[in-house]
């Protein structure tokens, strides 16, 4: 390209840029925006500029929604970032559920990606990730994924196992790393095996739950109101080894739950909740209640993980309201969204969780690796 032809497109994108710088001056922004939406005269008057009226005329800046400095720094849609920021060197942020740098740790996330408290700003979501209402850690029937090996009161060594899971299916609400808030329709559901380890890993009985809750959260507080189904199964190699088929029962519930979750520390979560059976076989009875905690630190945890510990109550009225107390501790890890893996040790005390065997009484020693979504 000649020397002319180069001053004259230097001359054209000098124009052009003083174009544009001027109809920002007079506060219009360009219409095309890429990466962000929103009102442009909004995001301006936050920074603490003047905002242009349609006459063109400066008038004083709008009032805004109260927004405390995590939301205004989280919300990508007052925040206009030109590109994105790498992960691991983007600045910390607040988001809903815990402040992680209350306990010096890193986020490891784009602060743009967080979303604010305030419900002015939640958004239907289908499918999003994570969930609002999680499994209560210590709990048996709990729908997730694990395993634990224990001993039982007769030094039987035998293997539960929990093959499932919890998802989030539509929400209204917030989205993003940390604990989701907002209203949400979950599915959750697992199978509960038992294997006997001393006899070859046969299949000693299987409960089976499908839930569908509907829960809303928000700041420290949960609430739950939800329907699920559950049925127990004697394993086929029991009942040939035991000669027990004569003895199988049609243990099933199908229950409505209202349930109630806080969080007083943000490591700290208290739940409770009763349910009632609409209908009900084998030995069960309408009325049960359960109760507990789950204790580790909040936020995203590095590759060494963190402590925890947990405890569960659960009592039901065909035990004339007694049943089984589990406390488990050990490791804990969490990603920057609600997904949990842990490994500890676990103790059962009371009527068993196989709910085939309802009456009998077990003590449980062992460990486990639990994983919920």
């Excluded at 999680?134 to 090996?149: F, K, N, T």
């Excluded at 676990?346 to 085939?356: D, L």
């Amino acid at each position: 390209m000649n020397r002319p032809e180069t001053t004259f497109l230097a001359r054209i994108l000098l124009c052009a840029c003083a174009l544009a710088g001027g109809s920002i001056a007079r506060g219009q922004m360009p219409e095309w925006r890429p990466n962000r939406e929103g009102n442009a005269s909004a995001e301006y008057a936050l920074a603490g500029g003047p905002v242009a009226s349609a006459d063109s005329a400066t008038v004083a800046p709008q009032s805004l929604p109260q927004l405390d400095l995590a939301q205004a720094v989280c919300d990508p849609s007052l925040v206009c970032t030109p590109c994105p920021q790498p992960m691991f060197a983007a600045p910390m942020c607040v988001t809903p559920g815990y402040d992680a740098s209350a306990y010096g740790m890193p986020t490891f996330v784009d602060p743009s990606m967080g979303a604010p408290t305030n419900p002015a700003y939640w958004q239907w979501r289908l499918l999003p990730e994570g969930v609002i209402w999680q499994s209560y850690w210590a709990s048996p029937h709990e729908s997730r994924i694990s395993g634990v090996p224990f001993v039982d009161q007769n030094g039987t060594g035998l293997l539960d196992v929990s093959l499932g899971g919890r998802a989030s299916l539509l929400r209204y609400g917030t989205d993003g790393p940390g604990r989701p808030l907002g209203g949400e329709l979950q599915i959750e559901g697992a199978a509960f095996p038992r294997l006997n380890l001393d006899e070859n890993l046969d299949l000693d009985a299987t409960d089976f739950r499908f839930g569908l809750p509907l829960v809303y959260g928000r700041d420290q507080w949960q609430t739950k109101f939800s329907y699920y189904h559950l049925s127990s199964h004697m394993g086929d190699e029991f009942a040939i080894r035991e000669n027990a088929l004569d003895q199988r029962i049609n243990f099933s519930r199908d229950s409505l739950v209202a349930a109630l979750s806080f969080y007083p520390l943000p490591a700290w979560r208290w739940y409770a909740e009763a349910g009632w059976a609409f209908h009900y076989d084998g030995g069960a009875e309408p009325w049960e209640l359960q109760f507990g905690v789950d204790v580790a630190q909040p936020g995203p945890t590095d590759a060494l993980g963190t402590p925890f510990f947990a405890i569960n109550g659960h009592l039901r009225e065909e035990h004339n309201f007694g049943g089984n107390v589990v406390f488990q501790a050990g490791w804990h890890w969490r990603g920057n969204s609600t997904r949990t893996m842990r490994l500890g040790f676990h103790y059962f005390n009371g009527k068993t969780n196989q709910w085939e065997f309802f009456d009998q009484f077990e003590e449980q020693i062992g460990g486990g690796l639990w994983y919920d979504f």
